[in-house]
């Protein structure tokens, strides 16, 4: 459950646009973000759909049976989710969670080793286990790939592509890009400011 106020308390509706088609609900989103930025009035909504999280709220409040799981604005819970909760309910597709070993400047998932740049070492050297983030769109395939994967298969979507992968351990992922996979891609790279690392046993953001 996702909880949007403005800057104070006020009056509050509990989704009410859950019962609108997909055209007639982005119409009327639209139309609530209008009324707020002329008016100015507190408005807390109150929906499960992470869309509207993201495109009506200023902030947002994401509730997990009855417990807070992060305060943030649509940009901070999107890019610097406070757990993994967060992290694969905000976005279409998910955020990738991948489990990996540590040994100090280095992510293990089988037998691939990854070394880390410093400041990634400076968050994971006191871990033993972490819990790489990396979203979808962040992801782009390699020749030369720092983790290495198999396309599973292929969704076209018309304005861009979904791959799902699949590492040697079986860790699955997803690759959103707008072109298709290409043959001699052997799994993907990223940037590691692009990143997010979450401890491996509490699974919050480190």
Known sequence: MLDFWSNNWGSAQDEPLSNL????????????????????????????????????????AIINQGTLQQIGTPEEVYHRPANTFVAQFIGTPAMNLLPAQVHTDI????????????????????????IL???????????????PAK????????????TYL?????????????????????GIAFAWQDACFFDGTKEELL
Not at 133 to 146: H, L, N, V
Not at 151 to 162: F, K, N, P, Q
Not at 166 to 183: D, F, R
Request: charged share 25%; hydrophobic share 35%; aromatic share 6%.
């Open 166 to 186: 699949e590492l040697p351990t079986g860790e699955k992922l997803q690759v959103s890009s707008p072109a298709p996979m290409p043959e001699d891609a052997q």
């Open 21 to 60: 088609d997909a055209k007639l609900r982005q119409q009327a989103r639209t139309q609530l973000v209008k009324i707020h930025q002329l008016y100015n009035p507190t408005m807390i909504y109150v929906t499960h759909d992470q869309v509207e999280a993201m495109t009506v709220a200023t902030r947002i």
């Open 107 to 130: 992510l293990q998932w089988g037998d691939h080793r990854l070394p880390v740049p410093s400041f990634v070492e400076e968050k994971i050297r006191l871990q033993d286990r972490v």
């Open 133 to 147: 983030g990396i979203r979808p769109e962040k992801c782009r395939f390699s020749d030369q790939p720092m983790i």
């Open 151 to 162: 396309r599973i298969y292929t969704e076209d979507l018309g304005s861009h592509w979904i």
